[in-house]
């Protein structure tokens, strides 16, 4: 019995050592931009809500106000708006610093009602005739 609670000793400790280990590797690793309460932030959703396609999928949901700041590089978070109002936890390298508008949005110069002003037309002669019939 004894060896049997040296063996279970011993391979505790590496179990624990192991564990700070790969925390210390994960924390080195880890990026994000510290916030600190009632900071807006935007949190990064790796996979896009059902129904919508990767590629054209924005990441980023929000906007939300970070509520508390426990240890371990968490923060608890709830949205600024909405039904749904209920404070959860995310760890930081999740989040991305508070903007206007979510971080990948794009946005372009609107077309003016009366469309794109057009100067000079130029007509192009057809040099050899066209293989399809009209």
């Known amino acids: 019995m004894d060896v049997h609670r040296t063996t279970s000793d011993i ?28 900071d807006s932030v935007w949190l ?9 396609f990767s590629k054209l999928d924005n990441p980023y ?17 709830r949205p600024v708006s909405g039904p749904f109002t209920f404070p959860f936890t995310v760890h930081f390298n999740r989040l991305k610093s508070g903007l206007e508008t979510s ?22 002669p057809r040099t050899s005739p066209s293989p399809h019939p009209h």
């Open 11 to 38: 391979a505790r400790q590496h179990l624990n050592s192991s564990q700070e280990s790969q925390k210390r590797f994960y924390d080195r690793t880890a990026h994000g931009a510290p916030c600190q309460r009632g």
């Open 44 to 52: 990064h959703q790796p996979y896009p809500n059902r129904g919508n």
């Open 61 to 77: 949901t929000g906007p939300f106000e970070v509520v508390q700041s426990p240890p371990n590089n968490t923060y608890r978070i």
């Open 103 to 124: 971080p990948n949005t794009v946005i372009e110069d609107p077309i003016p009602e009366t469309g794109i002003p057009v100067h000079d037309t130029v007509e192009i």
